[in-house]
């Protein structure tokens, strides 16, 4: 997989045979995008003449080449279609051939690009955690077959064995940062992505150059559960994750958008443990702002819990996407602030009265303090009383964190 290293926001785009991805790449390349095409690149590194093609030959025989020398595209799919070996030996010559010629052309782009890489498999291969943000066109099973059979000409039965061996709508939503809706007219699909472009992407790509962090403030939507707050976080999970391999660090979803069914400001609060927090500066800082998560500047707390105890350090990330703000706080391992963020997400998961309870509270904070540093650790004396419950009911249940 490629590392989101330098400043260049990479859109992952993809969506099923017949959806119309190609309009949208083609629409997104008319408003300056830089397009990567995976599938003109998996034909060029296999072309006559390549390296690629030759330990291809080497591998499978002349018998995948046609009559001119150029790759037979059926007869090598006729070798491998059926062999799961022969499939794998494929793909360990064209993969890393196909990642390093991606790399080359991210790396040409300019600096203020944004690089679009139209991927058909992307969900089915696991590709999504390396982009910044993944685009997916979702257009209806009957609508895509009718444009199949009608525009390209193909037998239905064809068709629908094409669509039926790609990753289902809900996978692909299930990966999707955006889910572009391609049932209407082109006109239709070209405003979308139009808006897509001025209203998310060319704001991305100035905040992540700048590395400047979106105001975690939510949308203006009021206080909501959202249930797709989970899948949200898995998203941005698995791309922080992804930035800061091979280190293998705890992820977690804090917070009251970590707790089914609670209210909140749409603010997903994701929690990173380091062994020491020295370790959150330097590298680790520069790789999450590549990937999208931009420090907070200047120097951030939590309020302990007693409040005699001194204050709690942390490092504090946002997040350069317009279109889901981020509080990403990096807590040493085992710290007082690392354990009472666990402690509060899971008694408040446990207990619907502490719930109701710390949904009122929460309401007058925001109200009062609605800025990016707020951490849910407020100076209440309600969170004092709610730390001590909480910690009786850590030892009546034996949670550990």
């Known amino acids: 997989m490629i590392r989101l290293t330098g400043r260049v926001l990479r859109v992952g785009l993809t969506g099923g045979i017949g959806s119309g991805k190609s309009a949208v790449a083609a629409r997104l390349v008319e408003l300056g995008a830089v397009l990567v095409d995976a599938d003109q690149v998996a034909r060029e590194v296999v072309a006559q003449g390549t390296e690629g093609l030759a330990e291809i030959v080497a591998t499978f025989s002349e018998k995948v080449l046609d009559a001119d020398g150029a790759l037979d595209r059926a007869a090598l799919g006729a070798v491998v279609f059926s062999d799961e070996a022969a499939r794998r030996r494929l793909e360990a010559i064209t ?15 300019a600096p203020d690009a944004i690089v679009v890489n139209d991927v058909p498999l992307l969900v089915e291969v696991g590709l999504a955690p390396t982009y910044h943000l993944v685009v997916v066109v979702q257009t209806a099973v009957p609508t895509r077959l009718e444009r199949l059979t009608r525009d390209r000409g193909m037998d239905r039965a064809e068709a629908e064995r094409r669509i039926a061996a790609q990753a289902d709508d809900a996978r692909r939503s299930a990966a999707a940062d955006v889910v572009l809706t391609n049932d209407g007219s082109l006109v239709a699909l070209h405003a979308a992505v139009d808006a897509l472009w001025r209203q998310r992407l060319q704001p991305y790509e100035h905040n992540l150059r700048q590395r400047r962090v979106v105001p975690a403030l939510g949308r203006g939507d009021g206080a909501q559960a959202d249930p797709s707050w989970p899948e949200q976080y898995a998203r941005l999970a698995a791309r922080i994750r992804h930035a800061l391999a091979p280190a293998d660090l705890r992820i977690d979803h804090i917070g009251a958008t970590a707790v089914p069914g609670l209210a909140a400001d749409d603010v997903i609060d994701v929690q990173v443990a380091v062994p020491r927090l020295a370790d959150a500066d330097g590298p680790l800082a520069d790789r999450l702002a590549n990937a999208g998560f931009p420090r907070v500047p200047g120097h951030w707390w939590d309020d302990p819990r007693p409040a005699d105890r001194g204050r709690w350090e942390k ?28 402690l509060m997400r899971d008694h408040l998961r446990a207990d619907p ?27 209440d004396p309600w969170f004092d009383e709610e730390y001590l419950r909480a910690e009786q009911w850590a030892e009546r249940t034996g949670w550990r964190p």
């Open 353 to 379: 009265d502490q719930r109701a309870a710390y949904l009122l509270f929460k309401r007058d904070l925001v109200d009062a303090a609605p800025h990016v540093g707020d951490s849910g650790t407020a100076r």
């Open 315 to 342: 490092r504090l990330h946002g997040s350069a996407d317009p279109g889901r703000p981020v509080r990403l706080h990096v807590r040493e391992a085992g710290s007082p602030g690392w354990r009472y963020a666990l």
């Open 95 to 109: 993969h890393p051939r196909v990642r390093a010629r991606t790399a080359e052309l991210v790396a040409a782009a």
